[in-house]
């Protein structure tokens, strides 16, 4: 090598070497977990029940999962939801037989419950038949593709399944399926005394009404953590909570998962809390307008028709509707039947193409006028539709209903109800529209929400059903390629979105909203980002 070239050499291997140390310098380096502090959040109700099982609403696992853990849960480093993001908790490994059948966990040694008890497979055969059992647990339609659980030996538990189900993992992640304590099978869920789990945090007392103090575990089967020394959850309005989130009281504006769901809400925090992050995530709760497609109790009607139910989707403002509901674009998102967030969920893109939305306005009420005429109503019709007496549910529900008087002479009269009138008539399909929403789930795999609308689901409200859409859903349950399970997914999505028994008009988004001095605090899409609390640590 010539001097030339040599010096050239020395140069550029100068150069090359200085990139990364110049792209480091000043770059700030993640912070140093501190340990202590009490995080101090709220939620606007105290829990009905203890057992996240039988109800799993936020207003329940927000008390209780600081207790619990799973034998899985997702990982509580990233903001997404998938199977391959289901990490090790109670049990510290799995292995899935070659037919996707049979799951073996093996589980932690030296786990203790907060009472002193070992944690053993007897525990984990006793959670999850309580989580299977049709008639004590509200999830349980989730897993009935369980077949049987067996103890190996104290720390081997074997899960046979039906036939293969790629998303349980899933649904065996935290927070909805928690491990409890079988010697404590007799406490009543009502009882604080019901929360002794092998959690981050121990229960320690209640001020009923006010507030509910936990502290640290110091026995937690994870070593150096949590990083806080308790946790204090305050019972609180939404609104309330985000007045004293601002006001310097609270940590967060809610809790890890809920806090802010209104447009008034983000803006008084944009104003008064300037340096928090607010972060929002869609809930896995789909919103719109449900037809009693069957014509159940004698309601039938020109909503069973599917060129009606076309012509109304057509005209319908999606983020209109979205906005009057939600009170701005950011605080949801127009889905189809699998919200685009899920790995195999059709873009809005792609739904409005199905829909036949994806044209001017005017093109839209064009169409729909057709296929009215074509369906025997050039003239219109008249309907009752029933909602919650929620702003959240009245509001878009008005939007939507104008935009049919407006565009298609459909006159629909609006009967909000209180909860207790309401379910009982949506449950039995004693109505001929409803604005409703369904069940939030995890929000990672394609079959929650379409396992809604297979026939005779309990949610399927308007009792639609069609044969192609059933025979897709009983192969998608047991297909494990990636590939083939996506196209059936798909073909799913268009047979859902071609017959229109639902038009799905948001899947909201809540969340909450923090501090700098917050750290390790993850966020994801369903009710699922309890498992960073052990993680989280406060800046003194």
């Given at each position: 090598m010539n001097r030339k070239v040599w010096k050239a050499f020395i140069v550029l291997t100068g150069v090359?070497?200085?990139?990364?140390?110049?792209?480091?310098?000043?770059?700030?380096?993640?912070?140093?977990?501190?340990?202590?502090?009490?995080?101090?959040?709220?939620?606007?109700?105290?829990?009905?029940?203890?057992?996240?099982?039988?109800?799993?609403?936020?207003?329940?696992?927000?008390?209780?999962?600081?207790v619990f853990n799973g034998l899985v849960m997702l990982d509580p480093t990233q903001e997404e939801v998938s199977v391959e993001k289901v990490v090790p908790s109670l049990a510290e490994k799995w292995t899935i037989s070659p037919d996707g059948k049979i799951y073996t966990f093996y589980l932690r040694k030296g786990v203790k419950f907060h009472d002193g008890r070992?944690?053993?497979?007897?525990?984990?055969?006793?959670?999850?038949?309580?989580?299977?059992?049709?008639?004590?647990?509200?999830?349980?339609?989730?897993?009935?593709?369980?077949?049987?659980?067996?103890?190996?030996?104290?720390?081997?538990?074997?899960?046979?399944?039906?036939?293969?189900?790629?998303?349980?993992?899933?649904?065996?992640?935290?927070?909805?399926?928690?491990?409890?304590?079988?010697?404590?099978a007799k406490v009543s869920p009502k009882s604080t005394d019901f929360l002794i789990g092998t959690g981050p945090f121990k229960f320690k007392e209640q001020i009923p009404g006010k507030v509910w103090i936990y502290e640290r575990n110091p026995d937690y089967?994870?070593?150096?953590?949590?990083?806080?020394?308790?946790?204090?959850?305050?019972?609180?309005?939404?609104?309330?909570?985000?007045?004293?989130?601002?006001?310097?009281?609270?940590?967060?504006?809610?809790?890890?998962?809920?806090?802010?769901?209104?447009?008034?809400?983000?803006?008084?925090?944009?104003?008064?809390a300037a340096e928090a992050t607010i972060k929002l995530k869609p809930v896995g709760v789909l919103r719109g307008v449900m037809f009693n497609v069957a014509g159940l109790k004698g309601r039938k009607g020109p909503w069973q028709d599917v060129r009606v139910r076309r012509a109304m989707a057509m005209v319908t403002d999606f983020p209109g509707s979205m906005i009057a509901g939600q009170g701005s674009l950011d605080l949801g998102e127009n889905s189809g039947v699998v919200p685009p967030y899920v790995p195999t969920g059709l873009s809005w893109?792609?739904?409005?193409?199905?829909?036949?939305?994806?044209?001017?306005?005017?093109?839209?009420?064009?169409?729909?006028?057709?296929?009215?005429?074509?369906?025997?109503?050039?003239?219109?019709?008249?309907?009752e539709l029933i909602c919650r007496n929620q702003d959240t549910y009245v509001r878009p529900a008005e939007f939507m209903v104008e935009g049919w008087r407006k565009n298609l002479n459909i006159e629909v009269a609006m009967k909000p109800l209180e909860t207790p009138v309401l379910?009982?008539?949506?449950?039995?399909?004693?109505?001929?529209?409803?604005?409703?929403?369904?069940?939030?789930?995890?929000?990672?795999?394609?079959?929650?929400?379409?396992?809604?609308?297979?026939?005779?689901?309990?949610?399927?409200?308007?009792?639609?059903s069609n044969a192609d859409y059933d025979k897709l859903y009983d192969q998608l349950i047991k297909e494990t390629d990636p590939k083939k399970r996506a196209e059936i997914s798909v073909k799913m999505q268009k047979i859902f979105l071609q017959e229109v028994p639902f038009i799905i008009n948001v899947v909201p988004a809540v969340g909450t909203a923090y501090r700098p001095t917050l750290h390790g605090f993850v966020i994801h899409p369903g009710h699922t980002n309890w498992s960073c609390i052990d993680r989280m640590w406060l800046e003194k």
């Open positions: 090359v070497l200085l990139i990364p140390m110049l792209a480091s310098y000043g770059a700030s380096a993640p912070p140093t977990p501190k340990k202590g502090g009490i995080l101090k959040i709220s939620c606007r109700t105290e829990p009905p029940t203890l057992n996240c099982m039988m109800n799993p609403s936020v207003l329940v696992f927000a008390w209780t999962t600081p070992p944690f053993t497979a007897k525990d984990v055969k006793y959670s999850l038949e309580f989580f299977a059992d049709l008639k004590m647990s509200s999830l349980a339609p989730m897993v009935v593709m369980m077949e049987k659980v067996e103890i190996v030996d104290d720390y081997t538990v074997k899960v046979s399944l039906k036939y293969p189900h790629v998303p349980f993992l899933l649904y065996l992640s935290n927070p909805y399926c928690v491990m409890l304590p079988a010697h404590l089967f994870i070593k150096g953590l949590p990083y806080l020394d308790g946790l204090e959850i305050y019972k609180m309005a939404w609104p309330v909570g985000v007045d004293a989130f601002c006001a310097g009281r609270l940590h967060m504006a809610g809790n890890l998962r809920y806090g802010i769901d209104q447009k008034p809400s983000v803006d008084k925090l944009k104003k008064y893109k792609e739904v409005e193409k199905v829909l036949g939305i994806d044209k001017p306005m005017e093109q839209r009420i064009k169409e729909a006028k057709r296929l009215m005429k074509e369906a025997g109503y050039p003239d219109g019709f008249k309907a379910f009982p008539r949506r449950d039995v399909g004693d109505l001929d529209l409803i604005y409703e929403g369904t069940t939030g789930r995890y929000g990672g795999a394609p079959e929650e929400t379409l396992a809604m609308f297979v026939s005779q689901a309990a949610q399927n409200y308007g009792e639609w």
